[in-house]
């Protein structure tokens, strides 16, 4: 990020010349302004989040009865901070009003955690309450988007939403859903010894099949890992020499082996699949993974044009042209790598090492999602390539710590990312979404 750059002090500032007798008309000038501006900034009418407040807190105290719980409230929207603070307050109140009060976790019956999310349509509460006897259960409220939400931020012809997944102390390598409605109802979670599917029940996410992942050398450092879905149910795991392949039907089937064939780059279960990805536009390339590392080796199957071999990179994303795929790869020397076939150019510029794409109704219709480090976290962005220099579509999305997965889902309109919560050490799965417009 560049350094913040001022101006130096402007000689002969206009205001010194000014005389005394033609400041308070001056004065009065600059207030008329200022009431201008504050009056343009402020939004036409507040948003009434009463019903929302009032509907997750009536679910609550049915999960918990009256009493003292421990109550977190995380915004994870787009809403602002003053908008979210007053949802916030709002939530305790109504919760307060229901009999609830609160304490300090070692003093409380139960603990209650509110994340404040959001889709396309609809701004979507969630409340994960933990109970001393162990058992979780999952409330939701939601509200449909309207324009009377005032969201202030950047100017941008997109907004990047990121809606909660998964939280678990373990490390997530990958999440996939599996079945959803308003929320996901079914998913995989893939872990380094396991894959496990969840399944919404009245509220309650429960364990439904777990399937061990045995593997004869030791994972490596920093292990990474990819799920990807296919029709009839169809799941594929891959992880550093192992794949594994079955379906989620009845019981889960997962047939595992050591293997050293290359991971898909595109989207596509293998059973599932043509020559091309979902959007029938983009070639399965996929490439070779590094068994003893966290880094793909830069061998190609099938090659990029004349390139079977690129630098080894961690991630790479890919925009379909009228004629080519220009390909993106976050390569391990730190720069970004663009290959369309004929050429590799090196872009220099401060992103990370995960980045993949979406396709979506919005903009150029394909866009890239790529990680930018901060002090208090990871944050990612939306960028559109007109030619090849990126320019950024969306504004920023912080994550709670450092990024440890990016993939794009198997319908390829999605991504999920995971990040290891600086605070808790949890890893926290979200879906990133674009919406087109703020």
Same mark, same amino acid.
Request: hydrophobic residues 40%.
């Given at each position: 990020?560049?350094?913040?750059?001022?101006?130096?002090?402007?000689?002969?500032?206009?205001?010194?010349?000014?005389?005394?007798?033609?400041?308070?008309?001056?004065?009065?000038?600059?207030?008329?302004?200022?009431?201008?501006?504050? +009056?343009?900034?402020?939004?036409?009418? +507040?948003?009434?989040?009463?019903?929302?407040?009032?509907?997750?807190?009536?679910?609550?105290?049915?999960?918990?009865?009256?009493? %003292?719980?421990?109550?977190?409230?995380?915004?994870?929207?787009?809403?602002?901070?003053?908008?979210?603070?007053?949802?916030?307050?709002?939530?305790?109140?109504?919760?307060?009003?229901?009999?609830?009060?609160?304490?300090?976790?070692?003093?409380?019956?139960?603990?209650?955690?509110?994340?404040?999310?959001?889709?396309?349509?609809?701004?979507?509460?969630?409340?994960?309450?933990?109970?001393? #006897?162990?058992?979780?259960?999952?409330?939701?409220?939601?509200?449909?988007?309207?324009?009377?939400?005032?969201?202030?931020?950047?100017?941008?012809?997109?907004?990047?939403?990121?809606?909660?997944?998964?939280?678990?102390?373990?490390?997530?390598?990958?999440?996939?859903?599996?079945?959803?409605?308003?929320?996901?109802?079914?998913?995989?979670?893939?872990?380094?010894?396991?894959?496990?599917?969840?399944?919404?029940?009245?509220?309650?996410?429960?364990?439904?099949?777990?399937?061990?992942?045995?593997?004869?050398?030791?994972?490596?450092?920093? /292990?990474?890992?990819?799920?990807?879905?296919?029709?009839?149910?169809?799941?594929?795991?891959?992880?550093?020499?192992?794949?594994?392949?079955?379906?989620?039907? #009845?019981?889960?089937?997962?047939?595992?082996?050591?293997?050293?064939?290359?991971?898909?780059?595109?989207?596509?279960?293998?059973?599932?699949?043509?020559?091309?990805?979902? +959007?029938?536009?983009?070639?399965?390339?996929? %490439?070779?993974?590094?068994?003893?590392?966290?880094?793909?080796?830069?061998?190609?199957?099938?090659?990029?044009?004349?390139?079977?071999?690129?630098?080894?990179?961690?991630?790479?994303?890919?925009?379909?042209?009228?004629?080519?795929?220009?390909?993106?790869?976050?390569?391990?020397?730190?720069?970004?790598?663009?290959?369309?076939?004929?050429?590799?150019?090196?872009?220099?510029?401060?992103?990370?090492?995960?980045?993949?794409? /979406?396709?979506?109704?919005?903009? %150029?219709?394909?866009?890239?999602?790529?990680?930018?480090?901060?002090?208090?976290?990871?944050?990612?962005? +939306?960028?559109?390539?007109?030619?090849?220099?990126?320019?950024?579509?969306?504004?920023?999305?912080?994550?709670?710590?450092?990024?440890?997965?990016?993939?794009?889902?198997?319908?390829?309109?999605?991504?999920?990312?995971?990040?290891?919560?600086?605070?808790?050490?949890?890893?926290?799965?979200?879906?990133?979404?674009?919406?087109?417009?703020?």
């Amino acid at each position: 990020m560049s350094a913040a750059v001022y101006n130096s002090a402007i000689p002969d500032l206009c205001l010194n010349t000014v005389n005394r007798a033609s400041r308070p008309a001056l004065h009065f000038r600059l207030l008329q302004v200022l009431v201008v501006l504050c +009056a343009t900034s402020l939004p036409a009418h +507040a948003t009434d989040w009463s019903r929302p407040e009032q509907e997750l807190a009536k679910k609550i105290l049915a999960a918990t009865g009256p009493g %003292a719980v421990e109550l977190t409230i995380e915004n994870h929207s787009s809403l602002g901070r003053r908008e979210s603070e007053i949802v916030a307050n709002g939530l305790r109140s109504a919760l307060g009003n229901q009999g609830l009060h609160f304490v300090a976790q070692d003093q409380s019956a139960a603990t209650v955690r509110i994340t404040l999310s959001e889709n396309p349509t609809a701004y979507v509460w969630v409340a994960e309450i933990r109970q001393s #006897a162990g058992d979780v259960a999952v409330v939701i409220a939601s509200m449909p988007r309207t324009e009377s939400v005032s969201i202030p931020g950047e100017a941008m012809p997109m907004s990047l939403r990121k809606i909660p997944l998964w939280t678990q102390d373990d490390p997530i390598l990958d999440v996939a859903v599996l079945e959803e409605s308003t929320v996901a109802t079914h998913s995989a979670v893939l872990s380094p010894e396991a894959v496990t599917l969840y399944r919404l029940q009245n509220g309650k996410w429960q364990p439904e099949q777990a399937f061990n992942i045995v593997h004869a050398r030791p994972w490596p450092r920093d /292990l990474r890992g990819r799920l990807i879905t296919g029709g009839d149910r169809w799941l594929e795991v891959y992880l550093p020499g192992v794949f594994c392949a079955g379906a989620t039907t #009845a019981t889960l089937s997962l047939n595992c082996h050591g293997s050293d064939d290359p991971w898909p780059l595109t989207s596509v279960a293998r059973n599932n699949s043509t020559s091309t990805d979902t +959007a029938g536009l983009v070639p399965q390339t996929k %490439a070779f993974f590094a068994p003893t590392r966290n880094f793909f080796t830069g061998a190609l199957n099938p090659g990029i044009g004349k390139f079977t071999n690129v630098s080894k990179f961690y991630s790479a994303a890919y925009l379909p042209r009228e004629r080519y795929v220009l390909w993106i790869f976050a390569a391990t020397d730190g720069n970004i790598h663009l290959v369309d076939g004929v050429s590799d150019q090196t872009l220099r510029i401060a992103w990370g090492s995960n980045l993949t794409s /979406l396709r979506t109704d919005c903009g %150029a219709g394909w866009q890239v999602l790529a990680t930018s480090s901060g002090d208090q976290g990871d944050s990612i962005r +939306a960028y559109e390539f007109p030619d090849r220099d990126p320019v950024a579509v969306s504004g920023a999305v912080d994550l709670p710590g450092t990024v440890t997965a990016l993939w794009t889902d198997s319908r390829s309109n999605n991504a999920v990312v995971v990040a290891k919560n600086r605070e808790t050490g949890a890893y926290e799965a979200f879906r990133l979404a674009l919406a087109c417009g703020q």
